[in-house]
């Protein structure tokens, strides 16, 4: 699973992607591996890609900030302070239902995109089982899958994610832990498609 949060050809962040590099990208890998296209946060941006990754055979996840998806919602956390609102617009429950619709998975990034491990317990539990509720309220269906922000967990918090009901969770390229510490592949605007591969083999190694 690879892991990518908003897609811009003008947006020169580091977690920003060009949409005709990640196209690369993922072509590149879907030679050697079934790949499935996660993004995190729920950008507006990421839906450009969307049309072309359904013609590649690709499956599509996002990863949905709860306390984030209304109209007119950027993501606003201290990471990204000062950044363009435009470019941090983030999708509504309108835009999250039409591309459920379509086949698009939606899983939790839970409600505020807070560091897991740095939480109360009550806090952790409001953050994985609200937005987990809310979800599937909203959208009319099973949130099987939790994205940890940032990545981050301890075995407090994968054993929350289990008590919150999902079926796993997913980090990033971390060593595998059981259906509550999968891994997933992030890359970046940094990563030419020779980079890529040599990514996507070391994270497998």
């Not at 997913?170 to 030419?192: C, T, V």
């Amino acid at each position: 699973m690879l892991c990518y949060h908003a897609v811009s050809p003008t947006w020169e962040h580091r977690l920003c992607i060009q949409p005709d590099l990640l196209l690369r990208q993922v072509r590149a890998l879907s030679r050697f591996w079934k790949v499935i296209a996660s993004f995190d946060d729920a950008f507006r941006s990421v839906a450009s890609v969307f049309p072309a990754l359904e013609r590649l055979g690709v499956l599509i996840e996002i990863f949905v900030c709860t306390g984030y998806a209304r109209d007119g919602a950027s993501l606003a956390i201290p990471e990204l302070a000062g950044d363009d609102p435009a470019e941090l617009a983030t999708m509504s429950w309108d835009d999250l239902l039409g591309h459920a619709d379509r086949g698009v998975l939606i899983g939790s990034h839970t409600v505020s995109h807070a560091h897991l491990t740095q939480l109360s317990d009550d806090e952790l539990r409001r953050e994985l089982s609200e937005s987990k509720a809310e979800i599937e309220d909203r959208l009319s269906r099973v949130c099987f899958d939790l994205a940890y922000p940032y990545g981050e967990h301890d075995e407090r918090v994968r054993l929350a994610a289990r008590g919150a009901m999902y079926e796993r969770a997913y980090a990033l390229r971390r060593p595998r832990g059981g259906d509550y510490a999968l891994p997933r592949l992030d890359l970046y605007r940094r990563h030419s498609v020779p980079r890529t591969l040599l990514r996507a083999v070391a994270s497998r190694a």
